[in-house]
């Protein structure tokens, strides 16, 4: 069983993550589209808006309307932009919302018995691991649609995007941390501080 200890450096490191991972949903600069010189324009893309330097505002992106979904129409290519960017929208949702439910339990295990800091650690675990799940599908999605799709074309990833990945990195790493720890730090017994 992890010490107290190792739960307070836990929820540390998880407010860590769990910031990396609001900063995706709320800033648009996943993918990012700036001109040459003398004509400086920037278009960063979020997971739900789409802003511009050219016209200084944001709109809903990806939006049917604007003829967002229909670039690649007819090609050979293997994409659904409108279908892939809203599915990761939506699973960087999902994730926020498992975060929110590992603070919470991450919280409970700090400040209750013995009985459950002992066995509180899977569930925190193996919600920590559907969390980053859900961040590396979301990153891929849109990995694969920047990467498929005519509309990126001479686009780059922006700040969010590695925010994305430092997030489930680092989800990662502190479900294999952890899982170590109780594994092997006396056979999963520590005696409390």
């Not at 609001?22 to 920037?42: H, I, R």
């Amino acid at each position: 069983m992890p010490t107290r200890n190792a739960y307070i450096a836990s929820t540390a490191l998880f407010l860590l993550t769990f910031g990396f991972q609001l900063t995706t949903l709320f800033q648009p600069k996943w993918v990012q589209y700036k001109s040459p010189e003398p004509y400086y324009t920037e278009t960063n893309y979020g997971l739900f808006q789409k802003c511009s330097t050219l016209t200084d505002d944001c709109r809903r992106f990806p939006k049917s309307s604007w003829g967002d979904c229909d670039q690649d129409k007819g090609s050979n290519r293997w994409v659904n932009l409108c279908a892939e960017w809203r599915i990761a929208g939506g699973l960087d949702i999902a994730a926020a919302i498992i975060g929110l439910w590992v603070l919470a339990g991450l919280g409970t295990v700090l400040y209750t018995g013995e009985r459950w800091q002992a066995q509180g650690w899977k569930h925190i675990l193996g919600l920590i691991g559907i969390f980053a799940g859900l961040e590396i599908v979301s990153m891929a999605l849109i990995a694969h649609v920047t990467q498929s799709s005519a509309m990126f074309a001479h686009h780059h990833y922006g700040p969010t995007f590695i925010y994305s990945n430092v997030s489930w990195a680092l989800a990662a790493a502190m479900s294999i941390g952890v899982l170590l720890f109780a594994r092997y730090n006396g056979q999963g017994y520590i005696a409390l501080e």
